[in-house]
């Protein structure tokens, strides 16, 4: 995939959320922001591409695998969210998220596929899974607050949680073809810096962006992190609202540890829909 033209269009439109967003609150002079608590309960249906390498600590490298592709893991699926936040005061907010990604797959690869010290030939029949769990806990700042706007920065934590495997016939080395099974997983955290942003266009109808990006080394992980996400929601009842949302997550992570020598990168892009109580 064009993942380079992709982002540069996503940044494009992160950039014009902002500036929106800001537009909006410099002429805002009606509606209080009065929600303390709030949870939100999400269906993300994203486009999903991800790569995986693990190379072997004696120094085979393993092949970078497009789990699409490659393992014909499915590139949609629905998947739930969980977010919650709490306002501390006029300014501060707590905010977290949760949700899980679970795919497994049975095909056959066109190409040789090393993982780890087996290769397994093309043709042959490979049992996959790919497993994530993503936390995300973010404080933010309100630095500019009026009655119909608030946008602020937040710095937070992203863990990832994921596990992956391979199961077929292989070869090791020089040896001969038999069946086998590799399985990698690691838990990576990355702290993120972002900007957040909410305008009341009118007393039923929310508007809001996000945006953080982190791009460091962290011991033994080497990660970049983008994620872009806008939303619109409707108060159908005094501390219920439906809305949707777009959403685009690029995340790469290299990893230099005994269990894991490789890399890990994966780029969600796609609507949601959420229900959400707040009071």
């Known amino acids: 995939?064009?993942?380079?033209?992709?982002?540069?269009?996503?940044?494009?439109?992160?950039?014009?959320?902002?500036?929106?967003?800001?537009?909006?609150?410099?002429?805002?002079?009606?509606?209080?922001?009065?929600?303390?608590?709030?949870?939100?309960?999400?269906?993300?249906?994203?486009?999903?591409?991800?790569?995986?390498?693990?190379?072997?600590?004696?120094?085979?490298?393993?092949?970078?695998?497009?789990?699409?592709?490659?393992?014909?893991?499915?590139?949609?699926?629905?998947?739930?969210?969980?977010?919650?936040?709490?306002?501390?005061?006029?300014?501060?907010?707590?905010?977290?998220?949760?949700?899980?990604?679970?795919?497994?797959?049975?095909?056959?690869?066109?190409?040789?596929?090393?993982?780890?010290?087996?290769?397994?030939?093309?043709?042959?029949?490979?049992?996959?899974?790919?497993?994530?769990?993503?936390?995300?806990?973010?404080?933010?700042?309100?630095?500019?607050?009026?009655?119909?706007?608030d946008v602020g920065g937040v710095v937070g934590l992203h863990v990832t949680q994921f596990t992956v495997g391979l199961k077929g016939d292989a070869r090791i080395g020089a040896a001969a073809v038999s069946t086998e099974s590799r399985k990698r997983d690691a838990l990576a955290p990355l702290p993120t810096v972002g900007l957040y942003g909410v305008y009341q266009a009118t007393p039923k109808i929310s508007l809001g962006g996000r945006a953080d990006y982190l791009s460091l080394k962290v011991s033994d992980y080497d990660g970049r992190l983008l994620n872009l996400q806008a939303s619109a929601s409707y108060r159908i009842w005094e501390n219920v609202g439906v809305g949707v949302m777009y959403r685009y997550v690029d995340y790469n992570l290299g990893i230099e540890k005994d269990r894991w020598n490789g890399e890990m990168a994966y780029e969600f892009k796609g609507p949601a829909l959420f229900l959400q109580a707040a009071f």
């Open 1 to 149: 995939m064009a993942r380079s033209s992709t982002k540069t269009r996503f940044l494009t439109s992160g950039a014009a959320i902002g500036v929106a967003l800001l537009a909006f609150a410099s002429s805002a002079d009606a509606q209080a922001l009065e929600d303390r608590y709030w949870v939100q309960v999400q269906a993300f249906w994203p486009d999903i591409d991800t790569t995986v390498e693990v190379s072997n600590t004696a120094g085979t490298r393993g092949t970078k695998i497009d789990l699409e592709s490659d393992l014909k893991l499915s590139d949609r699926k629905s998947l739930p969210a969980i977010f919650a936040g709490a306002r501390i005061g006029e300014r501060w907010t707590v905010v977290g998220e949760y949700y899980a990604l679970n795919r497994s797959a049975s095909a056959s690869a066109g190409r040789d596929l090393t993982f780890d010290d087996a290769t397994f030939p093309a043709g042959v029949t490979i049992a996959s899974e790919f497993k994530t769990d993503v936390y995300r806990l973010g404080v933010g700042y309100s630095f500019l607050k009026t009655d119909k706007a």
